[in-house]
């Protein structure tokens, strides 16, 4: 096989446990008009894969990907090593961050990326450190474009030790709001650390016992309504997530919100552009946002990297090196 059209990749050919993944020779992408062609370094897992994977999400993953082998992947660290025709915005050798266009597959040597899908990755992080942070895009939107976070407001991060808790336990700090944490007891002292005035163990903590906030951050996606009744009047709740083991209970609890009652449960899928990520690498440049790493794994152990993830407890991400 000819190795210049062909790299290496994470790949599965059924759905199921982590143990499905494997490092495998996929055809390498060509850059075409209005592309570029990136040499990936770094990405991490995310709970959409996990989902995909099991064949818990088949519909999307399916559309996304038509037959096996199935690829896993979306966010993205790496050098710019090829430049389409018509593209102005990158350059050979820029190091740059995004994330891939409603599909998978960044988990590999190389992936193709139009412009508005990525930025200059922020000076100053390895690799493996900067992967963790591409899904700071997520708290971004969810804090400052759909609850419109405002300095002095409350806001609750229910997961806030997670990938995405993380980064708006950070968030939130930046834009001048009151955060309090909800994560397991082994993290609330990282949750302070990372910003929040207030840390407490999800376990031992009863949503009926805590006070009212302005802004809620759910991550998680169950008890959606105990979660809702602490909303002060005027408040807003945005949920990146929702029950799998009872979707259409959940999403349409989501949906009916809006009609019952003015407390709204938001709920988005990010899809970021290059403005996100060049605000993203903006806030990390300041100090606002720092990576929370909790392992690094090369591409050839992608399964126990999925394994980690599935397992919980994770302290921010697990990030995936691609050698």
Same mark, same amino acid.
């Given at each position: 096989?000819?190795?210049?059209?062909?790299?290496?990749?994470?790949?599965?050919?059924?759905?199921?446990?982590?143990?499905?993944?494997?490092?495998?020779?996929?055809?390498?992408?060509?850059?075409?008009?209005?592309?570029?062609?990136?040499?990936?370094?770094?990405?991490?897992?995310?709970?959409?894969?996990?989902?995909?994977?099991?064949?818990?999400?088949?519909?999307?993953?399916?559309?996304?990907?038509?037959?096996?082998?199935?690829?896993?992947?979306?966010?993205?660290?790496?050098?710019?090593?090829?430049?389409?025709?018509?593209?102005?915005?990158?350059?050979?050798?820029?190091?740059?961050?995004?994330?891939?266009?409603?599909?998978?597959?960044?988990?590999?040597?190389? &992936?193709?990326?139009?412009?508005?899908?990525?930025?200059?990755?922020?000076?100053?992080?390895?690799?493996?450190?900067?992967?963790?942070?591409? &899904?700071?895009?997520?708290?971004?939107?969810?804090?400052?474009?759909?609850?419109?976070?405002?300095?002095?407001?409350?806001?609750?991060?229910?997961?806030?030790?997670?990938?995405?808790?993380?980064?708006?336990?950070?968030?939130?700090?930046?834009?001048?709001?009151?955060?309090?944490?909800?994560?397991?007891?082994?993290?609330?002292?990282?949750? *302070?650390?990372?910003?929040?005035?207030?840390?407490?163990?999800?376990?031992?903590?009863?949503?009926?016992?805590?006070?009212?906030?302005?802004?809620?951050?759910?991550?998680?996606?169950?008890?959606? *309504?105990?979660?809702?009744?602490?909303?002060?009047?005027?408040?807003?709740?945005?949920?990146?997530?929702?029950?799998?083991?009872?979707?259409?209970?959940?999403?349409?609890?989501?949906?009916?919100?809006?009609?019952?009652?003015?407390?709204?449960?938001?709920?988005?899928?990010?899809?970021?552009?290059? %403005?996100?990520?060049?605000?993203?690498?903006?806030?990390?440049?300041?100090?606002?946002?720092?990576?929370?790493? %909790?392992?690094?794994?090369?591409?050839?152990?992608?399964?126990?990297?999925?394994?980690?993830?599935?397992?919980?407890?994770?302290?921010?991400?697990?990030?995936?090196?691609?050698?």
């Amino acid at each position: 096989m000819d190795e210049t059209r062909t790299m290496r990749a994470a790949v599965f050919d059924r759905y199921g446990p982590p143990e499905v993944l494997y490092e495998g020779t996929v055809t390498r992408p060509v850059a075409g008009p209005g592309e570029v062609l990136v040499r990936v370094r770094a990405t991490s897992v995310n709970g959409g894969e996990l989902a995909g994977r099991a064949g818990r999400l088949r519909l999307v993953t399916d559309l996304a990907q038509r037959g096996f082998p199935k690829r896993v992947g979306t966010d993205f660290v790496g050098d710019v090593v090829e430049v389409g025709r018509d593209v102005t915005a990158a350059a050979v050798g820029e190091r740059v961050w995004g994330l891939l266009p409603r599909t998978f597959g960044s988990t590999a040597q190389y &992936v193709v990326v139009p412009p508005d899908r990525f930025a200059p990755a922020p000076a100053g992080l390895e690799p493996a450190e900067a992967a963790a942070l591409p &899904v700071g895009t997520t708290s971004i939107t969810a804090l400052r474009d759909v609850a419109r976070l405002r300095p002095g407001e409350r806001l609750l991060v229910r997961g806030a030790a997670g990938g995405v808790g993380v980064t708006g336990v950070q968030l939130g700090r930046a834009y001048g709001a009151h955060v309090t944490g909800l994560a397991r007891a082994e993290h609330l002292g990282l949750v *302070r650390g990372l910003g929040a005035v207030e840390a407490l163990d999800y376990r031992t903590t009863d949503p009926a016992d805590l006070e009212r906030f302005d802004v809620v951050l759910d991550t998680v996606g169950t008890d959606l *309504r105990s979660y809702r009744r602490l909303l002060a009047p005027g408040g807003r709740m945005v949920t990146i997530a929702f029950d799998l083991d009872r979707a259409v209970r959940s999403l349409g609890y989501v949906l009916g919100s809006a009609v019952h009652g003015r407390r709204r449960v938001l709920f988005f899928s990010g899809n970021p552009r290059r %403005d996100l990520f060049e605000e993203l690498t903006r806030l990390t440049e300041s100090g606002a946002l720092r990576p929370v790493v %909790d392992r690094v794994h090369p591409m050839s152990e992608i399964a126990a990297a999925h394994r980690a993830l599935e397992e919980g407890g994770v302290r921010g991400k697990v990030v995936v090196t691609v050698p």
